[in-house]
């Protein structure tokens, strides 16, 4: 199932490309996706924080399924459900599961869930909304998953990701070749206008190291971070071009390494105790109560 972003210009997303990006890079994600485990740790350390005792539980682009296998061991006794756009990333989440630590699996967009309201007490979202046009609706669909008091908690990349490669195209040419990531507070306002409760935003900035720009591409590609906007060159890259971009990126160069930069929002919001009573779904649209979802990976159509 799959809902289209609301159009925002040049740095509009993809959808389709995103799905493509990432089930390209299924195979091989997890040798190169050392930020993303990084991240994935602190936010599943920050559930010790709260006190709560699921019985559904949410991993909202799950990837190859690593959060979800931490979440069914951390939660036992709760149905977790691992969604992703993709769907050669849960084939290799299916991989993960062991015979005691089985987790369901569904391909679907986050912008359109295909559960009922109040199905889950906790969200779990790792380094997935920034592929995202409207974290506005994704939120709001997040809220209605929720069970009153249930969690959200997320991670997703601010505006300062990647500072050094943007700049460096930016002295080649105009086209998009890095996404727009969006603010903390911006992102702050948006669970608030879902009408989740209780925001606690706050960033953290990572480094990663390389010994040239080829090997930052590299990774890059590896974990599926195409440059899905609708702004960026649809020709292939002269070689010129990437020579000038490779001499700009340099200048950011010390003690023998290229930083890449990544800033790291955190966020965690409560879906009210008190719901109002939930709306029908739009004509058309289809919820599924997580009693049918089979243990084979489900797709929606859209």
Not at 168 to 194: C, K, N, Q, Y
Request: aromatic share 6%; net charge positive.
């Amino acid at each position: 199932m799959s809902q289209e972003p609301q159009d925002d210009g040049e740095y509009a997303i993809e959808r389709r490309e995103v799905r493509r990006a990432f089930g390209r890079a299924a195979a091989g994600y997890d040798a190169a996706a050392e930020l993303q485990q990084r991240v994935r740790g602190e936010l599943l350390e920050r559930l010790d924080l709260v006190r709560i005792d699921p019985s559904a539980v949410l991993d909202l682009g799950a990837g190859t399924g690593h959060a979800a296998l931490a979440l069914k061991r951390r939660y036992p006794k709760a149905q977790v459900v691992a969604l992703d756009l993709a769907e050669s990333m849960l084939r290799e989440a299916g991989r993960r599961q062991t015979l005691i630590r089985r987790f369901r699996r569904v391909c679907a967009d986050a912008a359109c869930l295909p559960f009922r309201p109040a199905s889950f007490d906790i969200v779990f979202s790792n380094l997935m909304l920034q592929w995202c046009d409207d974290p506005d609706r994704v939120f709001a669909e997040c809220r209605r998953v929720l069970r009153p008091g249930g969690l959200l908690s997320f991670a997703s990349f601010g505006p300062d990701t990647l500072v050094e490669l943007r700049r460096a195209w930016a002295a080649v040419d105009d086209h998009v070749h890095v996404s727009r990531f969006i603010d903390m507070h911006d992102l702050g306002d948006a669970l608030v206008r879902a009408g989740l409760a209780e925001p606690v935003m706050d960033v953290e900035r990572q480094v990663l190291t390389y010994a040239g720009v080829r090997e930052l591409m590299l990774d890059l590609k590896a974990i599926g971070a195409h440059n899905a906007s609708a702004g960026r060159s649809r020709g292939l890259t002269g070689k010129g071009a990437l020579a000038r971009m490779i001499a700009a990126y340099e200048t950011f160069r010390r003690d023998g390494r290229l930083p890449a930069t990544y800033e790291v929002v955190f966020g965690h919001a409560w879906a009210p105790v008190t719901e109002p009573r939930p709306r029908p779904p739009p004509s058309g649209e289809a919820r599924v109560p997580l009693s049918q979802i089979g243990r084979r990976l489900e797709r929606g159509d859209g």
